[in-house]
């Protein structure tokens, strides 16, 4: 039956299912894995960099984040080609409200944007769904740092910490664990809501970096953590207030995996 309803993006199958979508969100989980973490003082992003072949000559920028603007970055889980349609959507759109309102755009508004573009592509005909998923990493100056997520069908929710790509539900069960001091223990102490109960001691950057090391080690199917694998994004603020965006270089990147390593050497031993 649902063989007759898998071609289009405009029809509901019987039980009020869009297959395609569903289709896109699975190409989604097989791709490179990308872990976003908010940090009380920024926020990190680390990505699985699939090498494919030795012979391709290095990326001379990064082919996982992304910077929209000043104070807003991404990072991408899909198909490349599709993201960087929507990495312009978000691009222009920062810039055009910067532009006319003569300030930087909220991140939120931001994230709705591109979210808005992508679920036209899951309503009219003659169309695809774009197959990316989205972290958005930023800063604004009424809410601070935030992280959100977006998936093809055009939702987007607000994370402390989460998972995108392949193997993300091994990812977000070690967070659930690992990421602050929560006493609920509900399964949904991540999420960001103002009516939660439970409270969580948010990491600092260095914290949320080793973190993020060890969620990539447990979804990467046993291959070791290396400069060459992974890819570390941090988001603070410098003295004057203003954005910092870094990816971390190879040095920089393989002193965090060292502490990892000591650290879960340590925690055997104990």
Request: aromatic share 8%.
């Amino acid at each position: 039956m649902a063989r007759r309803y898998d071609s289009s993006t405009t029809t509901f199958s019987p039980e009020g299912r869009l297959h395609q979508v569903e289709y896109a969100i699975e190409a989604i989980n097989n791709a490179g894995t990308s872990v976003g973490i908010l940090a009380k003082d920024g926020v990190v992003m680390a990505s699985e960099k699939k090498i494919t072949s030795g012979l391709l000559a290095p990326a001379r920028t990064s082919e996982k984040t992304y910077k929209l603007c000043s104070h807003a970055t991404c990072s991408v889980a899909g198909l490349t080609a599709d993201a960087n349609i929507l990495i312009d959507q978000a691009r222009l759109r920062a810039g055009r409200y910067a532009y006319q309102y003569q300030e930087p755009i909220p991140i939120e508004n931001l994230v709705e944007h591109v979210c808005n573009y992508k679920q036209a592509y899951t309503q009219y005909g003659g169309l695809r769904p774009f197959g990316v998923a989205f972290l958005f990493a930023g800063y604004d100056e009424t809410h601070g740092f935030q992280l959100y997520q977006s998936d093809p069908s055009g939702n987007y929710s607000g994370w402390k910490a989460t998972v995108i790509g392949a193997n993300n539900q091994a990812g977000k069960s070690l967070l659930k664990s690992e990421y602050g001091s929560s006493k609920g223990g509900e399964g949904d102490e991540m999420k960001t809501d103002d009516d939660a109960p439970e409270k969580i001691e948010m990491p600092d950057v260095a914290e949320a970096c080793r973190l993020a090391v060890k969620v990539l080690n447990k979804t990467m199917d046993g291959a070791v953590a290396s400069p060459e694998k992974l890819e570390l994004f941090t988001m603070s603020l410098d003295e004057d207030g203003s954005c910092v965006h870094k990816i971390l270089d190879e040095e920089e990147a393989k002193a965090v995996i060292s502490e990892v390593e000591a650290e879960t050497a340590a925690a055997g031993d104990t």
